[in-house]
């Protein structure tokens, strides 16, 4: 009986002393660290902003569907281009972009798979990354020089976040200076941050250059580490791209000029735009096999090489408009080097099937077959050339018509042997891109959308030179476009429409009680989705 | 029992023979059941004060010779004793009262068992022969409509995968709302499928505070607790049981366009998007007729062989030539289908032991073919106990189980174009699933099959797919090993050698699930998905192992009517879970491995750990078998959490009365057994979707190119803390008019609070939210199951039971602002969660066909801003509600519509037996709420070429000045969602039906067998429901997808005991 007892209590006493440590309960995961410590020093803040990097160009971050449109800065110029009218989506092919293509993705803000959320989410994504990483300016530990590096790709990556945001959800900045644009956030995010109201176009630019000229300071006489990095060149490039959206043309010239250095502005017919380490590339993404990907990324929507022509290149054709095509010279290489003629398997043909961009594994163009996506796909973000125009159209706006022909000739001189704008005169836009004036600044502008087709946003320029546009099926639309875009009421022949201006997305517009919607359709009414900016 | 009532009666009847009789006088007599009117055998009849006695005989009749004046003591194992004076007489006939507590079923509760009546919460128990008359290979199928309060999904048809349970609805948002598993008395981590619902002697649901405190940390959302089969003392019992079927679709398809139809419904579309865009009709026929053959493909895909897709379509009628012929008119879905999904389950199992040492012994194989080809489901398990008793003072055992399953599915699902219930079942019925020459006939390859047609040659839909070729070239295969450990020590315990210690006991118990998988994923280097990377081989680990070590001391101990039960323990659960992944392209055509794939493309691996510590404890006393009361405490510390805030404390407090004991109530001859139970308590839940919830973090899966990267993915909450839930529960049971009717009614009333939601930022923040502790809801219910014993003989048995239920959820608190908008729906303050809140249509405009909807102006203050009323609903200024067609106005007028909650839901089934013959069933019923079928909207609005209708759309307008129901067909109308995809969730479905035979003894006696039953069951038999094609349980919320359909059984099984 007593042995019973004692080996009870002693059994008892045994298990219950097994009780266990508290600091067991102290769990953290395997594939990330605090926050805290990331940014004690330049080794993890080198990490914070390559991880930033990454965010810019990997696809299907920003949404819960819808993944294939939503690749970063190559699926906005994509969006962009596809929303002017020198690019024709030929078919709606999975449905990709068709609805960027169609003007039919305002009304979808409240789903977190469309095109408001995205680009919203994207934009404000980076900047909340980037807020991080400045905040730590005074704290990292390291070399002047790495810190240095590190915040001035911090701040231009948040100018270019502002800038972009800025022309996607507001109207022009010229023209509507005062009027809604984004809110504006430069400190860090935590738990309980609030909404901010939106600052107007003016205050959302004045943050973007102040940001961008704190770049350029700090990147100054630095060397790109990796071609997705922000250097010198780079920054200003943004500046120039930022301080021409603005009208600034001084300032705009001014960094086109340093930036242009970064790179070549000769024309290369065999470069596909799949070579980062291309000498005319600024800044781009060097995709490796193991961060590339099959479906979601640009070249996937443009070669239609891939897969034989049933991938989303061959079956929603992106091709030159008729419009764009007719003006480029026969004797212009990028003519024959970048479209052709192309009969399509319905036996119809809607315009000038591009080859401008195509992946590095395949045999030859035309080939039908793609061997391998992962590699030779790399982004491409920036070329000497865009600055070579930018700084064209400049000196045109600033008076400077000389200077200005003779940079528009130098950059034309390998792409058409007998280019010579000397003739032209004059800074006339037409109301409409259709409307010829025949004058300098038209010219300039001609090149520039050929020059940058498929890269740079053609809709974007269109807001800021406050044109109108049209579409027609001359000019190789297909039919089911021109039907919904008149179904849906749209105005793009107006530079005041709100056509182009996305919605803003419902989750913001439920977590932050100052956000104001843009309005649904092509302009403000006194009902719901005001611009209150109008009101005043 | 049986034995041991049969060894008890024979030792007696010795005893009585044993006396000398005095001489007296013969009383004869027969001794029946009070509620049966049939013969109790082996009743013992005992003369009082004596040892004389004797026994009825096998049909209840006994003799025996005693004095004039003797008391007769008449008893029974399962009845109340009866003392009867002879006073002289010679026949003496008695009726015996069931004895309803030593009838009751013992119910398994948190760290132990109890006396159901003794018992103060609320549970539900499912015996096994309740659960082996549903045909399921995962037993969270076999559960719906056995249990009142609990809530089932359909589950896919994937053979082997689970259905989802609620119980007692919806108890969470962001955290989990599903059950705890607890096997064994050891919560559960392995899979489902791996159970073998053969193995299971009891399933008990435990639904309120009272029940499931005891499990606390993660008791909230209710416990299902499973006990396998062990072994009893007696002769070795073996048991083989075989069960063969065929399966089918238990959902009909939805209604699809036929050929024809389709081709007429595209050209009217295609007329209609250049009407509305401002052209004639007549021109608007025009351009139909020139763009069909862009839209559809071109004329490869024109099965019209005598007519081209331009001249195919009248546009005087919009119908097609009458002579047209189609060479071809393939149906994918019928093709995709399996029609021989057999499904084979065979067990064998041996019971016994001694009265020291049980054990138990099975083995089983399940072989279960999916209804869509190539999917199926094999497991190989076997199960061993043993239960010793070391001593008087010590017992040890445990059981181990192990399985093996190996599955073949499709990794695909929603809408992705390899998902074959997506892209098979909307595949405009003009795509022929072979491949055709340019007459329309079979392009046969050199071997003289059928080739695939992979859309290759401009089919608008799916190109490079062949959803049919691609199951079988692709492959998707998970083999897991599951084992499980359940080991207990026990010291101590009431036996008399204990001494002064008597009752007081300490165990140990130790149990581990091990779960690993291996799943490989392969992408055919020619079609599909792997088309672009030459193929792609994707391998997957996982391992999860997780333990609970508890160690309990109790007292239990009777003092004359006092019994005292006392319990105190120490929980650790550890949980930890491996991946690793690995993926390369460019594949050796039909090899499944990595080696012989040329590019690594991606490899990862991650771990999590999860650990709680608990200490409990438990304080029961009850008097008289009259009163009973329950108060359980425990804290739980989770690794969930931040250290200050990690520890929770839960607690319950019941108590239960027998009414029916009281002398007042012995008049009330109609009552057997009433108990009213009442309890209150607190339970928490720690689930959030993340195990490091609290925490900020920069995440390191960023690398750009070769450099390392990370960026921030959540945001610190160092106050996340447990979700709690209080409830109410009070409750009546009672057994009435001599067994013929068994009531249990419940009512409950419980609040969650300290809700984690995900605390809503502006995404221009970067961050939609951050974890928080901030809402609060609220779910009341009653349910009532009712059993009738219609008739209870000998050799006719027929019950029924009935039971229904209501739940009402209403959302009480949310964040700073009262409503969370997710899709169409909408967790408002004062709604039930999931609240459909949609523009409303309004019908269609007869002259221009457009779709009308409901817009309205809000009410406003003098500030503009919107008023709402006492609810908090936004007031609609009267008289502000037109018809439009602007669908920006209509989507700035919604509604709130309903949701998914059923009014009232509920099962009835009847279990009859006659003579040899067995025969059950069992169906399920839910009334009242609604779905958003999304297949079924996007089947209504088509939006990708090449995707068909469903047949509504023939209520389509088609002229100006029809009354059409539908509006004109458009594609990628750009029509907003409405109200017009609600569907109402109604449903009665027939779950089971079997009927059985059992031969008779004395033939299968003959053969050496114990018993032999042959069976037939169909199962999952079919749903009645408002739209063919729907599943209204696909989920809890009111959601349903282009999914695996739930599948029915017809089988036939044998069933022997050796």
């Known amino acids: 009986m007593k042995k019973i007892i004692i080996a009870f209590f002693a059994f008892c006493l045994l298990t219950l002393a097994s009780s266990c440590n508290q600091e067991l309960l102290d769990t953290v995961p395997t594939t990330a660290v605090s926050g805290d410590f990331m940014l004690e020093n330049t080794e993890g803040g080198f990490m914070a902003l390559n991880g930033t990097l990454r965010f810019v160009w990997r696809w299907g971050q920003t949404t819960t569907g819808n993944y294939h449109q939503c690749f970063g800065i190559q699926s906005y110029a994509l969006m962009g281009d596809l929303m002017g009218e020198d690019m024709v989506m030929a078919a709606q092919g999975s449905g990709w972009f068709w609805y960027d293509y169609n003007y039919n993705v305002k009304s979808r803000f409240s789903s977190t798979t469309w095109r408001p959320y995205d680009a919203w989410n994207y934009y404000y994504t980076i900047i909340s990354q980037v807020n991080y990483i400045l905040a730590a300016q005074e704290t990292m530990a390291g070399s002047k020089a790495e810190v240095d590096y590190i915040m001035g790709n911090a701040f231009a990556l948040r100018a270019y976040a502002y800038h972009y945001l800025a022309m996607t959800f507001a109207r022009s900045y010229i023209g509507h200076e005062d009027r809604l644009s984004v809110p504006i956030y430069t400190e860090p995010t935590s738990a309980g941050t609030e909404g901010k109201p939106r600052s107007t176009n003016r205050e959302v630019y004045a943050q973007a250059m102040s940001d961008i000229n704190q770049a350029v300071t700090l990147l100054n006489g630095k060397s790109q580490m990796h071609v997705s990095h922000i250097d010198q060149y780079v920054a200003n490039g943004i500046k120039a791209r930022i301080a021409l959206y603005m009208g600034d043309y001084k300032t705009a010239y001014e960094a086109a000029a340093v930036a242009v250095k970064g790179g070549t502005i000769d024309f290369d017919k065999n470069f596909h735009y799949n070579d980062a380490t291309h000498s005319s590339v600024l800044w781009g993404a060097e995709v490796i096999t193991s961060q590339g990907t099959t479906n979601p990324q640009f070249l996937v929507h443009m070669d239609i090489d891939y897969n034989a022509g049933s991938g989303y290149g061959g079956r929603a054709r992106k091709c030159c408009s008729t419009e764009l095509y007719d003006q480029i010279a026969d004797s212009d290489l990028r003519k024959t080097a970048w479209w052709s003629w192309q009969v399509l398997a319905d036996g119809k043909t809607y315009g000038y099937q591009q080859w401008k961009f195509q992946f590095a594994n395949k045999a030859y163009q035309g080939c039908g077959k793609v061997d391998d996506t992962t590699t030779g796909a790399d982004h491409i973000f920036m070329r000497a050339a865009e600055m070579q125009l930018i700084m064209a159209e400049c000196q045109a706006r600033l008076g400077n018509e000389g200077q200005a022909k003779d940079l528009l000739n130098e950059l034309m001189k390998t792409r058409q042997s007998d280019y010579d704008c000397s003739g032209k005169s004059g800074l006339q836009l037409g109301k409409l891109t259709t409307d010829k004036t025949g004058s300098l600044l038209e010219e300039i502008i001609l090149q520039r959308r050929i020059e940058l087709w498929g890269e740079y946003g053609r809709i974007y320029d269109i807001k800021r030179l406050r044109q109108g546009f049209e579409r027609t099926l001359a000019m190789g639309h297909p039919q089911a476009d021109l039907n919904v875009l008149a179904t849906n009421n749209c105005h793009l022949s107006d530079p005041e429409s709100f056509d182009w201006v996305l919605t803003i997305p419902q989750k913001e517009l439920d977590a932050n009680p100052y956000m104001v919607q843009n309005p649904l359709g092509s302009y403000a009414s006194d009902g719901y989705g005001d611009d209150p900016a109008l009101n005043k | ?1058």
């Not at chain 2, 909650?901 to 709420?929: A, H, M, R, V």
């Not at chain 2, 999952?1020 to 695996?1044: E, H, R, V």
């Open chain 2, 1 to 1058: 029992m049986r034995k041991l009532k049969v060894l008890c009666t024979c030792l007696l009847t010795v005893l009585a023979l044993g006396t000398a009789l005095a001489q007296n006088i013969t009383v004869k007599g027969s001794v029946k059941d009070a509620s049966t009117g049939e013969g109790v055998p082996f009743a013992s009849i005992q003369v009082k004060g004596t040892m004389t006695g004797t026994a009825t005989d096998g049909d209840g009749n006994y003799s025996i010779d005693v004095p004039k004046n003797a008391i007769l003591l008449f008893s029974s194992i399962g009845y109340l004793n009866q003392e009867v004076a002879v006073e002289g007489r010679t026949v003496i006939d008695i009726l015996m009262a069931t004895d309803a507590e030593a009838l009751e079923e013992t119910v398994v509760v948190a760290y132990g068992t109890a006396k159901k009546s003794s018992f103060t919460g609320s549970a539900s128990a499912v015996k096994s022969e309740t659960l082996n008359k549903r045909t399921v290979s995962n037993v969270s199928k076999a559960i719906e409509g056995l249990v009142a309060g609990v809530t089932s999904t359909a589950g896919s048809g994937q053979p082997g995968e689970s259905a989802s349970l609620h119980i007692r609805g919806y108890g969470s948002i962001n955290a989990s709302s599903t059950p705890l598993y607890v096997v064994d008395g050891i919560p559960y981590d392995g899979a489902l499928s791996a159970i073998n619902p053969a193995d299971i002697e009891n399933l008990t649901v435990l639904k309120d505070a009272s029940a499931s405190a005891l499990y606390g940390a993660r008791g909230a959302n209710g416990v299902v607790m499973i006990t396998t089969k062990r072994g009893e003392s007696g002769y070795a019992n073996v048991n083989f049981k075989a069960q063969f079927g065929l399966q089918s679709r238990s959902l009909p398809r939805y209604n699809m366009l036929s050929q024809d139809e389709f081709v007429e419904i595209t050209w009217e579309a295609l007329r209609n998007s250049s009407y509305y865009a401002g052209n004639s009709m007549a021109d608007a026929g025009a351009y139909a007729s020139s763009a069909l053959s862009a839209q559809l493909g071109g004329e490869f895909y024109n099965p019209y062989k005598n007519y081209t897709w331009e001249t195919l379509v009248d546009p005087a009628t919009g119908k097609i030539k009458p002579d047209a012929k189609a060479a071809w008119n393939e149906d994918w879905m019928d093709i995709l289908t399996n029609h021989k999904a057999y499904r084979q389950d065979y067990q064998v199992g041996i019971t016994g032991g001694t009265e020291k040492t049980r054990y138990n012994l099975s083995a089983g194989y399940l072989d279960d073919r999916g209804v869509l080809i190539t999917t199926k489901f094999d497991r190989y398990s076997i199960r061993g106990g043993v239960d010793h008793n070391v001593t008087k003072w010590m017992q040890v055992g445990g059981n181990l189980s192990y399985s093996y399953t190996d599955s073949n599915s499709s990794q695909y699902s929603s809408t992705q174009t390899g998902n074959a219930w997506y892209t098979a079942q909307f595949m405009a019925p003009i795509y022929p699933v072979y491949l055709k020459d340019e007459n329309g006939k079979d392009a046969l390859d050199e071997n003289g099959q059928r080739q695939y047609d992979y859309g290759t040659n401009g089919r608008p839909k799916a190109a490079r797919f062949n959803v049919v070729g691609d199951l079988y070239e692709n492959h998707y295969r998970t083999k897991a090993d599951n084992a499980s450990i359940r080991s207990y020590a026990n010291f101590g315990g009431s036996d008399p050698v204990m001494g002064a210690l008597k009752g007081l006991s300490f165990s140990v118990n130790f149990g581990a699930d091990i779960r690993n998988r291996a799943i490989t994923s392969y992408y055919n280097p020619y079609h599909g998905d792997g088309a672009s990377t030459s193929g792609e081989v994707d391998k997957y680990a996982t391992r999860t192992m997780s333990y609970t070590f508890n160690q309990i001391l109790k007292y239990d101990r009777k003092f004359g009517a006092h019994h005292v039960l006392a319990q105190a323990g120490h929980e650790w659960y550890n949980y930890n879970y491996t991946y690793l992944y690995a993926e390369r392209t460019g594949v050796y055509p039909g090899i499944y491995e990595l080696n012989p794939a040329t590019n690594v493309t991606d490899n990862a691996s991650y771990a999590y750990d999860y650990r709680i510590e608990s200490w409990f404890g438990r304080l029961n006393y009850d008097f008289a078998d009259k009163y009973y009361v329950e108060a359980t405490w425990r804290t739980d510390g989770s690794s969930r959490f931040y250290k200050e805030n990690r520890w929770g404390q839960f607690w319950s407090l019941g108590g239960s009365w027998r009414i029916s004991e009281e002398k007042f109530m012995k008049s009330a001859q109609w009552v057997d057994n009433l108990t009213l139970r009442l309890s209150y308590g607190q339970l928490g839940n720690d689930d959030l979707d993340s195990y490091y919830a609290w925490q900020s973090f920069y995440n390191l899966t960023w690398p750009n190119a070769g450099n390392p990267g990370a960026i921030v993915t959540s945001l610190e909450n160092k106050n996340v803390s447990w979700e709690k839930k209080s409830s109410w529960n009070a409750g009546i049971e009672g057994t009435f008019f001599h067994r013929f009717l068994n009531l249990t009614a419940e009512f409950y009333h419980q609040t969650t609070t300290d809700m984690l939601l995900s605390f809503p930022m502006p995404t221009s923040t970067g961050f939609n939210g951050y974890n928080s502790n901030v809402g609060s809801m609220r779910n009341i219910g009653f349910e009532a199951t009712l059993r009738f014993n219609w008739i209870n003989r000998h050799d006719l048995r027929f019950s029924s039971t009935i039971m229904g239920y209501k739940n009402k959820n209403t959302v009480l608190a949310l964040t700073d602002t009262d409503v969370i908008t997710s899709g169409n729906q909408v967790i408002k303050v004062g709604m039930p969660i999931y609240t459909f809140y949609m523009p409303k249509s309004a019908g269609v405009d007869p002259e221009t066909g457009k779709l009308l909807y409901w817009c309205y102006e809000y009410e406003k203050d003098a500030e503009g801003n919107v008023m709402k009323d006492d609810k908090g609903v936004e007031i609609i200024k009267p008289g502000s509600e037109q018809k439009t067609d602007d669908s920006s106005k209509a989507t700035a007028s919604k509604y709130y519509l309903g949701s998914r909650e059923p009014k009232f839901q509920g099962s009835f089934g009847s279990d009859l037996q006659w003579k040899n013959f067995d025969f059950s069933f069992l169906t399920t019923f839910s009334i009242g709420g609604l779905v958003y079928d999304s297949p079924y909207a996007s089947s209504m609005e088509v939006s990708y070429a090449g995707d068909t209708w469903n047949r509504d759309i023939l209520k389509r307008w088609r002229n100006p000045g029809d009354n059409a129901e539908v509006p004109a067909v458009l594609l990628g109308a750009g029509r907003i969602n409405t109200d017009r995809w609600l569907i109402d969730a109604s449903y009665f479905a027939i779950k089971s039906i079997q009927l059985g035979y059992t031969f008779p003894q004395k033939w299968t006696r003959k053969a050496g067998m114990k018993s032999l039953r042959i069976f037939a069951t169909g199962d999952n038999i079919c749903m009645f429901n408002k739209l063919a094609g729907m599943d209204p349980q696909y989920n809890f919320s009111g959601g349903t997808s282009w999914a695996y359909t739930p599948t029915r059984t017809f089988s036939l099984g044998l069933d022997i005991n050796f």
